[in-house]
């Protein structure tokens, strides 16, 4: 009987300080993650400053401020200046894209300039990883002078490379965890889950667009778009409430054509809103005498 007892004992004592072990292990991770998000935080608001900076540089302004970063959402940012500038397109995506070259966020972005009311989006483009899905407007066209901020919004990178140290080094320590406690509970299996969550997504309300194979996902239902209809709904996914306007889109979508039909953007605008009817949230509105707007209403 005491020997039962003892036998019990050491077994309780093996499970509590694994049990332990696990909770430190687990903290650990926490903590550390928690400590590089701040710092990785701070890394890109300089690296964003950096371009504010290349920015005015390249509109010939070398002496006026650079005002601090805003971050306006999740991987997104907003860059606001102590003056106004000028523009030319080209040299706008020389700058960024420059100072991002070395940096994984390079992959995929959007940038959205807009005035300082922040109501009407003047000039835009995005960057993709598979480069045939980049939506470049047309580039040559200086922009006036005036009041600018500019948008950058990046994919989402998940965990970032220190992050992802942190991780890898306490593997082995982990395994040996999983390895005692599979041992302890043989013949209990876990059912694996995958992800049916696409790789590359914008989230337009409920519904998922993936650009790079042009559909539409909502409610398990899976809708194709076509080439135009996926350059127009992204034009709007970069710029959710905000007005775009008709002639910005006509320019974008059918300029290389030679020929812009006044009716071709009304007839695709209309298609688009079948198809985005299974969330009643996310509108495309026409604002009379100036664009469209992709309304969504959380």
Request: charged content about 35%.
């Given at each position: 009987m005491a020997g039962f007892k003892s036998s019990m004992n050491n077994k309780t004592k093996r499970l509590l300080g694994l049990g332990s072990l696990l909770l430190m292990t687990v903290l650990c991770v926490a903590f550390s993650f928690g400590g590089n998000d701040d710092f990785e935080t701070a890394r890109r608001e300089i690296l964003l400053r950096k371009i504010g900076h290349e920015v005015l540089l390249y509109s010939g302004d070398s002496t006026s401020r650079v005002l601090p970063v805003k971050k306006v959402a999740e991987n997104e940012y907003q860059l606001r200046f102590e003056n106004e500038f000028s523009f030319q397109p080209d040299s706008l995506e020389k700058a960024i894209g420059s100072s991002l070259a070395k940096e994984s966020l390079a992959n995929d972005y959007i940038v959205n300039v807009l005035n300082c009311e922040g109501k009407d989006v003047v000039f835009g483009y995005a960057i993709f990883k598979n480069k045939k899905n980049n939506i470049m407007p047309c580039s040559g066209r200086k922009q006036p002078k005036n009041c600018y901020v500019i948008n950058l919004k990046f994919k989402s990178q998940g965990w970032s490379i220190p992050q992802k140290g942190y991780l890898i080094g306490g593997i082995p320590l982990l395994a040996f965890i999983g390895l005692i406690i599979s041992r302890s509970g043989k013949g209990r299996k876990k059912p694996i889950e995958s992800d049916p969550t696409p790789d590359n997504g914008l989230k337009i309300g409920d519904i998922l667009f993936n650009p790079d194979k042009r559909q539409l996902q909502s409610a398990g239902m899976i809708t194709e778009l076509t080439l135009k209809e996926n350059k127009l709904l992204l034009i709007f996914a970069m710029s959710p409430n905000v007005i775009i306007e008709r002639s910005r889109l006509?320019?974008?979508?059918?300029?290389?054509?030679?020929?812009?039909?006044?009716?071709?953007?009304?007839?695709?605008?209309?298609?688009l809103r079948k198809k985005l009817e299974h969330d009643p949230a996310v509108k495309l509105v026409n604002i009379h005498g100036k664009g469209y707007k992709l309304e969504i209403n959380e």
């Open positions: 006509q320019k974008e979508i059918w300029e290389d054509e030679g020929v812009i039909v006044g009716r071709s953007l009304d007839v695709f605008i209309s298609k």
